[in-house]
T-cell receptor, first 116, second 116 residues
Framework: AQKITQTQPGMFVQEKEAVTLDCTYD???????LFWYKQPSSGEMIFLIY??????QNATEGRYSLNFQKARKSANLVISASQLGDSAMYFC?????????????FGPGTRLSVLP | NAGVTQTPKFQVLKTGQSMTLQCAQD?????MSWYRQDPGMGLRLIHY???????DQGEVPNGYNVSRSTTEDFPLRLLSAAPSQTSVYFC???????????????FGPGTRLLVL
């Protein structure tokens, strides 16, 4: 069963505007971690932001913030003031509380295109 | 500090050939993993290891073998390549999460594999 859903295969945003990338997840464990990664056309995976299931506040890292709605099991990434360099694939991932608390499950990704 | 390195960057194989994708990390991380990335499917876990001598299967292990004889190295072996194994392969490492659940995985640059 798919545990991470990203319903937007592709998104467009105008430069300098804000954009929200959706992510919903499925787990029955109360302890988990949610991550967002950026993959530019060069291919590397870049860590952006983390949200723990017990964190009381939404995570923020510079222009990135996470809109965490635990009851709805959603962890949407908000990018403010989009830049041309934000054009990339974005992946939502969940760290599963398995035997070692290590394994990640990734969503299918959203391709963001920032328009000048 | 090179982080996570992968070789080769690109490889073409014929169906039935075997090869080993190399992965090494110099951060003394206990946890290492292999993912494959296919369009529309995000990253899927192939195998992982939580320390030297300890490996386990992920979501898509068939057709792949791994071993972990040292902390630094985690090679992925394709025993008899098939066109369905055409993909981009990422190796990742991290410290075990028990003390730092917010710790991301650190990804290598990827290996692009084409099986004809």
């Amino acid at each position: 069963a798919q545990k991470i859903t990203q319903t937007q295969p592709g998104m467009f945003v105008q430069e300098k505007e804000a954009v929200t990338l959706d992510c919903t997840y499925d787990t029955s464990d109360p302890s988990y971690g949610l991550f967002w990664y950026k993959q530019p056309s060069s291919g590397e995976m870049i860590f952006l932001i983390y949200q723990g299931s017990y964190d009381q506040q939404n995570a923020t890292e510079g222009r990135y913030s996470l809109n965490f709605q635990k009851a709805r099991k959603s962890a949407n990434l908000v990018i403010s003031a989009s830049q041309l360099g934000d054009s990339a694939m974005y992946f939502c991932a969940m760290r599963e509380p398995d035997n070692y608390g290590q394994n990640f499950v990734f969503g299918p990704g959203t391709r963001l295109s920032v328009l000048p | 500090n090179a982080g996570v390195t992968q070789t080769p960057k690109f490889q073409v194989l014929k169906t039935g050939q075997s090869m080993t994708l190399q992965c090494a990390q110099d951060m003394n991380h206990e946890y290492m993993s292999w993912y494959r990335q296919d369009p529309g499917m995000g990253l899927r876990l192939i195998h992982y290891s939580v320390g030297a001598g300890i490996t386990d299967q992920g979501e898509v292990p068939n057709g792949y073998n791994v071993s972990r004889s040292t902390t630094e190295d985690f090679p992925l072996r394709l025993l008899s390549a098939a066109p369905s194994q055409t993909s981009v392969y990422f190796c990742a490492s991290s410290p075990l999460s028990s003390g730092a659940p917010q710790e991301t995985q650190y990804f290598g640059p990827g290996t692009r594999l084409l099986v004809l």
